[in-house]
């Protein structure tokens, strides 16, 4: 989703919501004040604005609304690494993971699939080349 962006606060929202699939504004509420303090109305404020954003959906059960996510958290991650990767590296993926590679904790795992991933983006120069023929 281009342009999308979702505050800080908005992604605590978030994450009870992908966690939940479908969730009210009380069980957000009462999974967020113990590690937020947040006020109720505070939790339905970012409710709100995510109904406004098309990041949830909210319909109408009774007298509460039942908030489901319209937009995956993938799509999410991608658009906000997108928008980091512009802001702090003017784009250039590299040097973000260069970065990431010398200031970050790799495990020994982690660095074995960087590598596998790295690989397959590297162009085979098998495939690039045409194949050659055996000349008498």
Not at 3 to 14: P, T
Not at 41 to 46: K, P
Not at 74 to 92: A, I, T, W
């Amino acid at each position: 989703m281009p342009g999308l962006h979702i505050s800080d606060a908005e992604w605590r929202v978030m994450q009870v919501v992908w966690g939940r699939k479908a969730v009210t504004a009380a069980e957000v509420i009462a999974a967020l004040a113990p590690v937020t303090r947040w006020r109720h109305r505070t939790v339905r404020t970012l409710l709100a604005r995510l109904v406004e954003k098309g990041v949830l959906t909210a319909e109408a059960q009774g007298n509460r609304y039942l908030y489901r996510p319209l937009v995956s958290r993938g799509k999410c991650v991608r658009s906000e690494s997108r928008s980091f990767l512009n802001r702090v590296f003017g784009g250039d993926a590299a040097d973000l993971l260069v970065h990431f590679v010398r200031h970050a904790d790799i495990s020994p795992e982690q660095i074995t699939e960087l590598k596998r991933l790295l690989d397959e983006k590297r162009p085979r120069q098998d495939s690039a080349a045409p194949p050659r023929r055996n000349e008498p």
